[in-house]
């Protein structure tokens, strides 16, 4: 038993309030620590809040996105007290909480500052009878119910809802509490608008037999509780379902899940001003990138992981959405220069804990607990760590300004990119010897570079922030990405590219990132098959990325797939309905242009266009392919107007030209977009965009230049 914590008291029964804020992860930061605070107020003003604190007849538990209040004294307790809560926050509509009540048996922990963690069936079945509910609902528990029943106070407000499904198909008795101030008396979504015939007055209630109920209780007590033991106060349990991930994939189920795989979600800020979501953020994707390099361990990558971030989903779902057995979750709380982080492995398949630790460090000592946790995980899941983990950085101030850029990296905006570099590098100022921060500029050059900065600024300065990262320590595989495909678009040199792309392979199989790039050499040297081979690969790693999905939307458009593309078009847009990467426009929108949909495309490239800030290529060449020139034209004049004064990608102009029938200017524009060296460009070889260039000489000489064997794909194409 770790020192700082003294002896667990054990509870015979709690009586456990659960609230939530409905759509929660949906809000904006601000929008969701002002819609807290006002609940945290609202909270702490009820009256039987003040009387149960005051008495020291309260625990409260805070879980991210709401609370948990247990009340050890009095089964009518949480009920007032819900009630008081609800009835207030009908001044507050914009605020939508749902709540569950239930009684069971709890564990209560006290840590070295007198914190109070929480463990047991009370508060799992609490959360659960929660989950049945929408907004504005107080749910309890038929046990809750049966308490209250003998008390004519209470009985009038007691509704039966029937039996709702919960965790891996069990079932629990929910009854609906409301008044005509408090409560929500519709019956919820989750139960299909159940028979509610004991809210009607005169009704003939079913007789509820206690021995029955005592029974069902037991069973559905010792279903939960293993999932439940030794969950902390610093992990809130989550519990929305992410989106479908569209209609064409096949399904987790039928996917056979590896003994040996892990997602790791990012760990939860409980700071008391909850200013370390980069701490956090930094801390998780770090143990994810020591546990990717891991013998045997197949580990998603983070942005799946990451998708999850705020959205309190079920770590049994999110296993199936990961197609993972094992998912390491935790929190992190942060004061001053002492840090806190309690983790815990859940083996999905049964709830249980394989392990868990909370570790109580000076700042300093948190690279030791990173490795700490690391080992704890291999030695768990009776793997091999292969290599000792990286140098960690002398410099703790070094390594907090490299999470901060860590975290902006992480971000699109060309704003948020550029708040990288310079914290970045502001760590390699602190620790020159650092090569994680290289790593970082190379990533954020590489993100910047065509989108937002040109080509032949960003790949000179992402080369040399690699080349520096590899020379401090030859085993980043992500600093040997970014100087392959560095290499690959500066230099057209393909077996550079190659030669890192296989170390860092080697030296982290699980790398989505170098799967994808290695996905983009392929392409650029006309191997198809290979190109989505490699793609499938860095998918089946990271399921959850909008970029590969929607790069593999691109490829399978250019190759002539073009349902493919409309599948994994719309798995893009269902995944992230806002995504939109400026060099490729949407390529869902391509897909049904190369259909003949223009009606549809129009509608895409519309949107698309709105989100760039930059007129559609994709709508001007839809436009010319309908013969409607004038507007064609006007988009290619803006575009030719922009290009002036900021980066516009040239191969995007020169195909318009190319739809507009004028070749010449397409190939002055292919001239330019080479002499620029875009990133896109070795993939004209199949471009559908460039399909009318194939039998031109100049064509083939340009691919040849580019390094591209122009026999491979110059004919035969148009009839896929």
Same mark, same amino acid.
């Not at 953020?281 to 990558?301: F, H, N, P, W, Y």
């Given at each position: ?25 949906k809000?904006?930061?601000?929008d ?6 006002t ?17 020291g ?24 007290c819900a009630?008081?809560?609800?009835a ?7 605020i939508?909480v ?11 922990v006290?840590d070295?500052?007198e914190?109070?963690?929480i ?9 659960r009878?929660?989950?049945? $509910?929408?907004?504005?609902? &107080? =749910? ?5 119910? +049966?308490? #209250?029943?003998?008390? /004519? !106070? ?5 509704h ?33 608008r ?6 009607v ?6 007789p ?5 109920l005592?029974?069902?209780g ?18 809130p349990?989550?519990r929305e379902?992410?989106?479908s991930e ?12 590896p ?22 953020d $930094?801390?998780?994707?770090? &143990? =994810? ?5 891991? +013998?045997? #361990?197949?580990?998603? /990558? !983070? ?33 001053g220069?002492r840090?806190?982080?309690?983790a ?7 709830g ?12 300093q000592g ?48 060309e ?51 690699a080349s ?7 085993r ?23 030669a890192?792309l ?16 290695l996905a ?28 590969i ?11 002539g ?8 078009g ?31 495309a ?63 200017e ?5 001239e ?42 110059l ?6």
């Amino acid at each position: 038993m770790p020192a700082e914590f003294e002896p667990e008291v054990q509870l015979e029964i709690g009586h456990v309030l659960f609230m939530d804020i409905v759509g929660y992860s949906k809000l904006l930061i601000n929008d969701q620590r002002e819609q807290l605070r006002t609940l945290n107020e609202i909270v702490r003003g009820s009256a039987q809040f003040r009387a149960s604190d005051a008495a020291g007849k309260l625990v409260r538990l805070p879980t991210g996105d709401g609370m948990a209040l247990i009340f050890p004294d009095s089964v009518e307790a949480p009920v007032r007290c819900a009630l008081e809560i609800s009835a207030a926050l009908k001044k507050h509509p914009q605020i939508q909480v749902r709540m569950g009540i239930h009684s069971g048996p709890v564990s209560e922990v006290t840590d070295v500052n007198e914190r109070a963690n929480i463990a047991g069936a009370g508060i799992n079945i609490a959360q659960r009878v929660m989950d049945c $509910g929408d907004a504005g609902h &107080i =749910l309890l528990s038929k046990h809750v119910a +049966e308490d #209250l029943e003998h008390y /004519a !106070r209470w009985r009038p407000l007691l509704h039966e809802l029937g039996e709702c499904e919960i965790k891996h198909g069990a079932k629990i008795s929910v009854v609906n509490l409301y008044t005509e101030n408090a409560g929500n008396s519709q019956p919820p979504e989750k139960l299909r608008r159940a028979d509610v015939g004991a809210a009607v007055p005169g009704a003939k209630k079913s007789p509820i037999n206690r021995k029955h109920l005592l029974i069902a209780g037991a069973m559905i007590s010792a279903f939960v509780i293993g999932f439940a033991m030794f969950r902390s106060i610093g992990i809130p349990q989550r519990r929305e379902a992410v989106r479908s991930e569209g209609k064409g994939r096949r399904s987790a189920a039928s996917v056979p899940i590896p003994d040996k795989s892990i997602a790791v979600l990012p760990f939860v800020d409980l700071s008391q001003a909850h200013d370390q979501e980069y701490f956090c953020d $930094g801390i998780s994707e770090e &143990i =994810l990138d020591a546990l990717a390099k891991v +013998e045997g #361990l197949r580990v998603v /990558a !983070r942005t799946s992981s990451f998708s999850f971030k705020g959205k309190n989903a079920d770590v049994g779902e999110i296993a199936q959405k990961l197609n993972v057995q094992n998912v390491l979750e935790g929190s992190l709380r942060r004061e001053g220069n002492r840090i806190r982080i309690s983790a815990q492995l859940v083996n999905a398949r049964d709830g249980f804990h394989i392990w868990s630790d909370t570790f109580e460090r000076e700042l300093q000592g948190v690279f030791a607990v990173q490795d700490e946790i690391t080992r704890a995980i291999v030695d768990a899941l009776k793997v091999r760590l292969a290599a000792a983990p990286p140098r960690a950085p002398q410099n703790t101030e070094a390594y907090d300004l490299y999470l901060q850029g860590l975290y902006f990296s992480n971000k699109s905006t060309e704003e948020a990119l550029r708040k990288a570099l310079g914290l970045f590098q502001r760590a390699l100022d602190k620790d020159p010897t650092f090569g994680r921060a290289w790593t970082g500029i190379a990533k954020a050059w590489y993100w910047l570079a065509d989108a937002y900065v040109k080509p032949l600024e960003a790949y000179p300065k992402g080369i040399e922030a690699a080349s520096k990262a590899v020379a401090l320590d030859e085993r980043d595989a992500e600093a040997h990405c970014y100087l392959g495909e560095a290499k690959r678009v500066l230099d057209w040199d393909f077996a550079a590219d190659e030669a890192e792309l296989k170390r860092a392979l080697q030296l982290d199989p699980n790398s989505a990132f170098a799967h994808f790039i290695l996905a983009l050499l392929r392409f650029s040297q006309c191997d198809l098959e290979e190109g989505f081979a490699q793609i499938r690969e860095a998918e089946k790693l990271d399921p959850l990325s909008p970029g590969i999905s929607d790069f593999a939307a691109f490829f399978y458009v250019q190759s002539g797939r073009l349902d493919d593309a409309i599948r994994e078009g719309q798995r893009t847009l269902e995944l992230d309905p806002n995504y939109v990467y400026p060099v490729l426009d949407s390529n869902l929108a391509t897909a049904y242009r190369e259909k003949g949909d223009f009606a549809q495309a129009i509608t895409l490239y519309l949107r698309a266009q709105e989100a760039m800030r930059l007129p559609s290529s994709g709508l001007a060449i839809t436009y010319a392919r309908m013969g409607r020139q004038p507007e064609a034209r006007r988009i290619l004049n803006e575009l030719v107007e922009k290009a002036r004064v900021q980066y516009v990608a040239a191969d995007r102009i020169a195909a318009v030209y190319v739809a507009l029938g004028q070749n010449d200017e397409a190939f002055r524009w292919l001239e330019r977009a080479a002499a620029e060296r875009n990133a896109i460009l070795q993939f004209i070889a199949f471009s559908r965009d460039f399909l009318p260039l194939r039998s031109d000489p100049r064509f083939a000489d340009l691919l040849r230049r580019m390094g591209v064997d122009p026999t491979k794909l110059l004919t035969g194409q148009e009839s896929r």
